[in-house]
């Protein structure tokens, strides 16, 4: 650990991929943090976790936090062991608050609570154990996880009402509200409009927006099939295509379609705004989860 000086905190963000934040919501809620941090000048020393299986270039700093790898996957099943392991090294190295994203590496939070005085600050995401793509085990593994993270936590945050009234229902306890913030979604003038014209009207044609994961869950082939049948307003679906067996099989379907813009993930804030003021729609299909993913904000 290193020597902090007088009336600094020690803290660590673990259970998001990494930064720079190109895969979700908790990568962006911790590139901003780092940012507000930054800008605030705040007295804090921040440790952000990454996964070293995702970024091949490993720098040690992200903006004025520090970056620490851990060599394994963040998502999936491996997000067990590597949550775990971002949480027992923040442990070892002494940190003083650890902010936890999502329920995954719960399973360590007892251990942590009894031989550490680390403050543990857990967000617990969206209702994960919902998700249909789980099995019957997962899914129990991930509310058992859930379970954990509320009992064992000092704080449980919850980025919108609808989990908070679960929390309270379901454990009696109470969960402090933190919504993501929408300045994401403001348009920004660019060099290309800077004379005051919108993206939106440089287009020649109205189109729908899709920005999402491409998860069963979040109905992807249901929002296809029916812009495929419609054919009267042309989909703009953006969004991680080659990263399952499902959105494979609707990319190589759709891919080429007069109506159905197929498009890979998109991370540049001036092409996301203007993507967004270009639309005429945007189009929602999410059945669970939690917070929207960077490249679609």
Not at 137 to 166: C, K, P
Not at 205 to 226: K, Q, S
Not at 228 to 235: A, E, F, I, N, Q
Request: include cysteine; proline fraction near 5%.
């Amino acid at each position: 650990m290193t020597k902090l000086q007088p009336g600094r905190i020690a803290a660590s963000i673990v259970g998001c991929v990494g930064l720079p934040a190109r895969y979700g919501g908790f990568e962006t809620l911790a590139a901003n943090l780092v940012a507000y941090r930054d800008t605030h000048d705040l007295p804090c020393d921040l440790t952000i976790y990454c996964s070293g299986k995702t970024y091949r270039e490993q720098p040690d700093h992200y903006g004025g936090a520090r970056l620490r790898y851990v060599p394994l996957d963040a998502n999936g099943v491996s997000s067990i062991l590597y949550d775990a392991l971002s949480i027992l090294d923040a442990v070892r190295r002494r940190e003083q608050v650890i902010l936890v994203l999502g329920v995954s590496g719960a399973i360590i939070l007892p251990l942590v609570r009894l031989i550490s005085r680390a403050r543990l600050i857990v967000n617990i995401d969206g209702l994960e154990w919902k998700r249909p793509k789980w099995s019957r085990a997962a899914a129990r593994f991930l509310r058992f996880s859930e379970w954990l993270a509320v009992r064992t936590a000092h704080v449980v945050v919850a980025d919108n009402r609808g989990i908070v009234d679960h929390v309270r229902t379901t454990y009696g306890r109470e969960a402090a509200e933190i919504p993501y913030g929408g300045d994401h979604a403001v348009a920004l003038l660019t060099d290309d409009n800077a004379s005051g014209t919108t993206a939106a009207e440089n287009k020649s044609a109205p189109y729908a927006l899709m920005l999402c994961r491409i998860e069963p869950e979040n109905h992807i082939h249901m929002i296809l099939e029916a812009f495929d049948r419609s054919g009267t307003v042309d989909l703009v679906a953006v969004g991680n295509w080659v990263g399952s067996n499902y959105g494979r099989a609707l990319r190589d379907r759709y891919l080429g379609h007069p109506s159905i813009r197929i498009t890979d993930p998109v991370f540049d804030r001036d092409a996301l705004s203007d993507l967004r003021a270009g639309a005429a729609l945007y189009v929602h299909g999410h059945s669970a989860g939690g917070p929207i993913p960077h490249w679609w904000r």
